[in-house]
């Protein structure tokens, strides 16, 4: 993950815009259907010695997928989340990831495991009765899975965005201060997880032109319950702030291009460099400034440095590619600390 904001929204921002609201919505609902697959195989596939592989059950059941952004959103703004994707796909042909369009089955797999070991039987009334603890050991398991792939997805995309509206997040005002929350379990996991996975430089994410050539000098579902509620206060400081104006400056950024075809090229493979332009300006200079100045060898190198190995990587993220204005004063990164000199000598 690269980038995370805090998006209010509703459906007004879709009045003007070139398809319905309902075409937008159907998009999103679709544009990543070929990621679906049938992963309901027979339980017993998994079991060996009695035992269910729950590892390969994840990766099957639950498989991370290729997407450029992940939305957490209400179930109840299942709608508008799809139209958001929609709209994004249409736009900038980027994919958009929403758990229930591509993982929808999480219940299926906890009726299937609780009918072999939870002793689901008849009841008078031809309804059907489980054993209690065998059910909430097999929703634990299943939640889980989930939880983790969730986790998975928001760590591989490069953006995650909040559909922050009335269903997902209550604001309170307490002593003055106002406290955000929300009732929403699988919200709560992934507002948590945005905070605490690792963060990816943007160059991660990035294989632009080389500039340089190889003899360069250097180089989830609201849980409704008849009584249970339960809210989980949670922190927003960490996701940039933006709204349809920002989504609209976004569009209009990247239409620029087709404007004049000189005016950003990197914008046709990377939309998403039209957002940061506005949001993350210093990181994404940063990043055309390693591919000016380095070769593809001495970039595939600084890529391995920061992926491979946790302690460079975080050195180098903090010190060096992370949004700072420093006057270290390097002549290959003119004082953006971002190259091999500023790492050995910053």
């Not at 596939?45 to 059950?57: A, M, P, R």
């Not at 409704?224 to 809210?231: A, E, P, Q, V």
């Not at 210093?282 to 100045?293: A, D, G």
């Not at 920061?306 to 390097?330: H, V």
Request: charged share 25%; glycine share 2%; with cysteine.
């Amino acid at each position: 993950m690269f980038s995370g904001y805090n998006l209010k929204l509703d459906r007004s921002f879709f009045y003007d815009k070139e398809l319905s609201f309902e075409e937008y919505e159907q998009m999103g609902n679709e544009h990543l259907e070929n990621e679906k697959q049938n992963y309901k195989k027979d339980l017993m596939e998994y079991i060996t010695q009695n035992t269910i592989n729950g590892s390969k059950l994840q990766d099957d059941w639950f498989p991370t997928i290729e997407a450029d952004i992940f939305i957490s959103h209400s179930r109840m703004d299942q709608d508008l989340a799809n139209a958001l994707a929609g709209w994004i796909y249409y736009t900038f042909e980027i994919s958009v990831f929403i758990d229930s369009n591509v993982w929808s089955y999480s219940a299926d797999l906890l009726e299937e495991i609780n009918s072999k070991y939870s002793n689901k039987r008849r009841n008078a009334t031809g309804g059907y009765l489980y054993n209690h603890e065998s059910c909430n050991q097999a929703s634990q398991h299943v939640n889980i899975m989930l939880s983790v792939a969730l986790q998975n997805m928001i760590d591989n995309v490069e953006c995650v965005m909040l559909l922050n509206t009335d269903n997902s997040i209550s604001v309170f005002d307490k002593e003055k201060e106002k406290i955000n929350t929300t009732y929403s379990p699988w919200i709560y996991t992934e507002i948590i997880c945005t905070k605490i996975v690792r963060k990816k430089p943007l160059i991660m994410y990035r294989d632009y032109p080389i500039s340089c050539n190889e003899s360069a000098t250097f180089d989830k579902s609201f849980m409704y319950f008849s009584k249970l509620m339960i809210s989980y206060n949670v922190s927003l400081n960490h996701l940039k702030d933006i709204s349809d104006n920002e989504l609209n400056e976004w569009a209009n950024e990247f239409y620029k291009y087709y404007e004049d075809i000189n005016y950003n090229r990197d914008y046709m493979d990377y939309p998403l460099d039209a957002l940061y332009n506005f949001t993350h300006r210093i990181e994404l200079n940063n990043t055309y400034l390693v591919y000016n100045k380095n070769s593809q060898s001495q970039i595939k190198n600084f890529k391995f440095a920061l992926g491979g190995n946790e302690d460079i990587y975080q050195n180098m993220n903090n010190k060096y590619l992370i949004e700072s204005n420093s006057d270290f004063n390097c002549e290959i990164c003119d004082g953006y600390r971002f190259c091999l000199i500023c790492c050995r000598e910053g």
